[in-house]
C-alpha cells in the first residue's frame, strides 16, 4: 500500500520551467515503478515519464522527450518531474502514479496520486 500526493503545478509562460514533485507514503517507495501521466479535457490520458524500480531507468513520452527529465529520491519517497521549453500542448492535469509493470501503459499501474493541474500560457 502506498498513498501519492503530486505537488508543484502552477500556470507558466510558454518557454518556462516547472517542477512537479510526487511523494508517497504507506509503503516502501523504492519497491515501485514511478510514472508520470496527464490528461486534458477530452483527450486520454498520456503517457508524459517513468523511472523504474530497479536501475532507476528514465522513460519518456514522445512529446516530452529533450525537454523534460524525471528523477527519483528513494530516501526521500520523493519522484521529481523538471519541465522545461513548456509548450501550451503540455496544459493537463498530471498525475503521479505507482506500480508500472509496463512503465508506458496507465493500466499496469496500482496506485494513483490526485493530481496537479500545469498550465502553460501563450
Known amino acids: 500500500q502506498v498513498q501519492l500526493a503530486e505537488s508543484g503545478g502552477g500556470l507558466v509562460q510558454t518557454g518556462g520551467s516547472l517542477r512537479l514533485d510526487c511523494g508517497s507514503s504507506g509503503g516502501t517507495f523504492g519497491n515501485y515503478t514511478i510514472g508520470w501521466f496527464r490528461q486534458a479535457p477530452g483527450r486520454e490520458r498520456e503517457f508524459v515519464a517513468a523511472i523504474t524500480r530497479s536501475r532507476h531507468r528514465p522513460l519518456y513520452g514522445d512529446h516530452v522527450k529533450g525537454r523534460f527529465t524525471i528523477s527519483r529520491d528513494n530516501a526521500k519517497n520523493t519522484v521529481t518531474l523538471q519541465m522545461r521549453s513548456l509548450k501550451p500542448e503540455d496544459t493537463a492535469v498530471y498525475y503521479c502514479?505507482?506500480?508500472?509493470?509496463?512503465?508506458?501503459?496507465?493500466?499496469?499501474?496500482?496506485?494513483w496520486g490526485q493530481g496537479t493541474q500545469v498550465t502553460v500560457s501563450s
Open positions: 502514479a505507482a506500480g508500472g509493470q509496463l512503465p508506458d501503459t496507465y493500466y499496469t499501474y496500482d496506485y
